[in-house]
């Protein structure tokens, strides 16, 4: 089971101590995984999302470079196909 996987990119430049607020969506099938039994499936667990250059790399967190969020996913474990 991938630990990390690519789901979205988008590339954008900032001056320094520019701001700018991205929006993106990631679907079931995105927050889904592989089960022992090849089954594409929905848990309800907790997700990690990073948001910048070098992730997921800790350093890169501590430094400031990337953001970190977690998130629940709840209800029951979804068979997506």
């Known amino acids: 089971v991938a630990r990390h996987a690519l789901e979205g990119f988008r590339r954008i430049t900032l001056a320094p101590g520019a701001?700018?607020?991205?929006?993106?969506?990631?679907?079931?099938?995105?927050?889904?995984?592989?089960?022992?039994?090849?089954k594409r499936v929905e848990l309800a667990e907790k997700v990690q999302v990073f948001v910048g250059g070098g992730q997921p790399l800790a350093t890169a967190v501590s430094a400031g470079k990337v953001l970190k969020a977690e998130m629940a996913l709840t209800g029951s474990q979804v068979v997506i196909d």
């Open 19 to 38: 701001k700018q607020t991205v929006q993106f969506t990631l679907t079931p099938r995105q927050l889904s995984r592989l089960t022992a039994q090849a």
